[in-house]
């Protein structure tokens, strides 16, 4: 299973999105599995990529968090979570995420 998280340069949210993913991977059991930090740093490739803002976290080539009609873009991301918008998923949103991406291979 292949992990990437994107991000824009000097992402404030960069590390809270990689702890609490390597946190939700190493209770899923997923110890072993590690991913990958990758910087968009243009718009032409943002929307080549389909990036609609940093940190994304891609599980098998997919965005389990996307929204639907959100534009391709350079621009923080804030997720919707049961306590009110935040910089990262929730740890028990990502280890759902992660059951749904190892279950697809």
Do not use: H
Not at 4 to 15: A, G, K, Q, Y
Not at 47 to 63: A, C, K
Not at 71 to 88: E, H, I, Q, S
């Amino acid at each position: 299973m292949e992990i990437v998280v994107l991000t824009v340069p000097d992402c404030p949210n960069e590390t809270l999105a990689a702890d609490r993913l390597r946190q939700a991977l190493d209770e899923e059991g997923l110890r072993k599995v590690g991913f990958t930090i990758r910087v968009v740093s243009d718009q032409a490739e943002a929307e080549r990529i389909g990036f609609t803002g940093s940190p994304t976290i891609w599980i098998g080539g997919r965005d389990p968090f996307a929204e639907a009609g959100r534009a391709p873009g350079l621009a923080c991301r804030v997720y919707r979570t049961p306590d009110g918008l935040a910089g990262a998923p929730e740890l028990d949103e990502l280890r759902q995420a992660l059951r749904v991406g190892a279950s697809r291979g």
